[in-house]
């Protein structure tokens, strides 16, 4: 079983989504010991920008015409990080909240590694989805909190969560569970590491029927 564990933040051990992932991945180990886990950090990946060597490498590598030198360096980063995914038999994924959304570094990744015929299809009219994942498991970390009945409530604020999960189905997870971890930095210290544990306990009972 290979678990591909995504980190979107850059805080390293300060970090919500991974303390939560990193519990979950733990649990899950601790019930599948044969399970392999590949880990990318969207910051720690030297994803290359999709500047305008990737996309002439993206629509030369779709159209298999020739590429020069820092195109064929692109082109093989796509690859590698799109068969990442496609040899994953499982998805973590954690998420931090920046602006109601998520991160631009999880964009990149999302940027690159979704290509035609490597996660989708497209045969003009429809898109078909290429991963067979049975399932993928986000945490979405946020420093505040988006009750509906307060200032900020989810259906107006969130911008995180519908993307990440809309993508997942789109390119082929057929289930993805979902743990939202609120009220990390706004509230102060203190309620922060307890939503952080409150975060981790759920985590560890979701790994059982993962
Ligand atoms: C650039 C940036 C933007 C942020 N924007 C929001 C936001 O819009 N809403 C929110 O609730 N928290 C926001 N936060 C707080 C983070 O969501 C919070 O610290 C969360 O725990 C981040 O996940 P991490 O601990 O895994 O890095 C922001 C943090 C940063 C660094």
């Known amino acids: 079983m290979l678990l591909l564990n995504i980190q979107s933040s850059p805080r390293g051990t300060k970090s919500a989504s991974i303390a939560v992932t990193d519990a979950f991945l733990d649990a899950y180990h601790v019930l599948h010991s044969d399970a392999t886990i590949d880990t990318l950090n969207v910051w720690e990946e030297n994803l290359p920008d ?8 993206k629509y ?3 159209n298999k015409e020739p590429m020069d030198q820092v195109e064929t360096a692109v082109w093989d980063k796509i690859q590698e990080l799109a068969l990442r995914f496609q040899q994953a038999d ?4 954690g998420v931090p909240m920046w602006n109601f959304a998520y991160p631009y570094k999880l964009k990149q990744l999302i940027d690159l590694a979704c290509q035609r015929h490597m996660l989708f299809t497209y045969d003009g009219t429809e898109y078909g989805p290429l991963l067979k994942t049975p399932r993928a498991f986000v ?7 988006y009750a509906e009945d307060s200032p900020t409530p989810a259906s107006g604020f969130d911008h995180q969560k519908g993307y990440i999960d809309f993508w997942l189905k789109f390119i082929g997870v057929k289930e993805v569970q979902t743990l939202v971890v ?5 509230g102060g210290k203190e309620k922060g590491e307890e939503a ?7 985590a560890t009972r979701l790994a059982a029927g993962f």
């Open 182 to 186: 609120e009220g990390t930095t706004w």
């Open 90 to 93: 499982r998805i973590v994924l």
């Open 60 to 62: 030369k590598g779709v």
């Open 196 to 202: 952080i544990a409150r975060g981790q306990k759920e």
């Open 139 to 145: 945490v979405y970390a946020r420093g505040g909190t």
């Open 50 to 57: 999709f500047d305008q060597e990737a996309i002439g490498a």
